[in-house]
Structures are given as structure tokens and as C-alpha cells.
């Protein structure tokens, strides 16, 4: 049997307001703020952990459970585990977005939650990136540069394979040891900016043997937005 676990995971989506999807970082800013005190799932801080020893703090990059993207030009709110419970329980509290000083009226919110398998699979199964995927750091970046064509495309399956295992193990699920992650990627180099710097970053998609719920991100900045992926049925 092949290695799985299930999450919970809530979807938020505002189909009468219409964004481009760069705005994507203006939503996290957005709701980040207006629901600060909630938790800090909401603003993807480093977030204090206390440690069983005389309970210094602790602080990691946790990979975030709670993702605000624009796609397909509809603001869409993503949680998973807790940050599912946490979206739920603020739904009904939403009743505007502001953007850049524009107010938008929210007349009409849709919330999905469901209980959403991730893990290892027998087939290959086909994601698309519907927003950008930022694959690569300032580290890595370097190597990349300097690879053959060969070598970058094999550089990208070793980071994409790292991703989906450091998504798996957010969620408490490790890879059995006779089980190994198969990937294929069909990808276009792009583009864009970060932070007010050029980065680069990638179009198209992949094959995996692996199911991850629609939605979520891959890759760097996945709370802004970046390497949202969507199953391509059939």
C-alpha cells in the first residue's frame, strides 16, 4: 500500500471580484492584518515554538497552511490542517476586501471543505502550475546557471522531488523506504519579479506518482501565491 495520509483542507473564493493575479501578495497583506490576532497562520511569521527544556523559543519557516492566490482572476483563500479550521471559522467574518485603497464588497463567498488525500500513488498523475513556479534560491540559482540544458532539467526534477517531500512531511507523512518519487517535467523558463527583484521562475507542468489536493503550492512563496498546482484530469 502505497504511503497516504488525509488533511483537511478549506478553499475560499471570491468569484465576483476580479484581480490580476500579481495581487495575490496584497491579499495576504490584507487578511494578515485584519485578522492579526487570530493566529499567526494568517501572516506565515516565523512562529515561536517552545521547546520541552527549560521552554526556550524556537523559531523555523514552517511551510505555510494558510495561501492566498489569485487564479484564473478570483482571490482564492487556501488552508490546510489547521490553517483549515482556522478559515472556516473565520468565513463568515469576511465581508470586504481592500486592495490598494479599493474597496470590494463581498456579496458573494464560496467555501469548500473536505478531507483531501495526499501522498504516493502506483500511476503518474498530471499537475499544471496555475501561477508561477518558483523553483530556485540565490544557492541554487548559481548551479542552474552555469548546467547544461540536461543538467538544469535534472537539477529542477531533484528540486521538485525535495518540495513534495518537505510538503509530505508538514503533514506527518514520510515516504517509505522502498518507495521513491517519479517525476517528468515539461516546463518554460520565465520571468518575473519578487520582492521588487528579477527572479526566475516556470511555466507548464509535471507528472508525478503522487496526489496533492488542487490548489496548494509548491516551491518558494507558495503563501503569495506562487506554484499553485491543479490536477489535469483525463
Not at 490553517?83 to 469576511?94: C, D, S, T
Not at 518507495?179 to 517528468?184: A, G, L, T
Not at 520565465?190 to 521588487?196: E, G, H, I, Q, Y
Request: no cysteine; aromatic share 10%.
Amino acid at each position: 500500500m502505497a504511503s497516504q495520509t488525509r488533511i483537511p483542507i478549506t478553499t475560499i473564493t471570491f468569484p465576483e471580484i476580479a484581480l490580476p493575479t500579481r495581487d495575490a501578495h496584497k491579499l495576504r497583506g490584507y487578511f494578515g492584518t485584519l485578522f492579526r490576532e487570530h493566529s499567526p497562520l494568517l501572516h506565515n511569521h516565523l512562529i515561536a515554538q517552545a521547546t520541552a527544556a527549560d521552554s526556550p523559543h524556537r523559531f523555523r519557516y514552517a511551510y505555510p497552511l494558510v495561501q492566498y492566490k489569485v487564479l484564473e482572476h478570483i482571490p482564492t483563500l487556501v488552508g490546510m490542517a489547521e490553517g483549515a479550521e482556522l478559515l472556516a471559522k473565520l468565513f463568515l467574518q469576511i465581508r470586504e476586501l481592500t486592495i490598494d485603497e479599493t474597496h470590494f464588497p463581498v456579496l458573494n463567498k464560496h467555501i469548500r471543505h473536505e478531507q483531501a488525500v495526499i501522498g504516493m500513488v502506483d500511476e503518474l498523475v498530471s499537475y499544471r502550475f496555475q501561477t508561477l513556479w518558483m523553483a530556485l534560491n540565490q544557492t541554487n540559482y548559481q548551479d542552474y546557471r552555469r548546467y547544461t540544458k540536461a543538467e538544469q532539467l535534472a537539477q529542477l526534477k531533484r528540486v521538485i522531488t525535495s518540495q513534495i517531500l518537505a510538503t509530505f512531511r508538514e503533514f506527518g507523512l514520510w515516504v517509505a523506504p522502498h518507495e521513491q518519487i517519479q517525476v517528468q517535467l515539461s516546463i518554460d523558463e520565465r520571468t518575473t519579479r519578487f520582492k521588487n527583484q528579477p527572479m526566475v521562475a516556470f511555466t507548464g507542468g509535471f507528472l508525478a506518482n503522487i496526489v496533492l489536493p488542487n490548489g496548494v503550492g509548491l516551491g518558494k512563496a507558495v503563501s503569495r501565491g506562487f506554484g499553485s498546482i491543479q490536477r489535469v484530469e483525463g
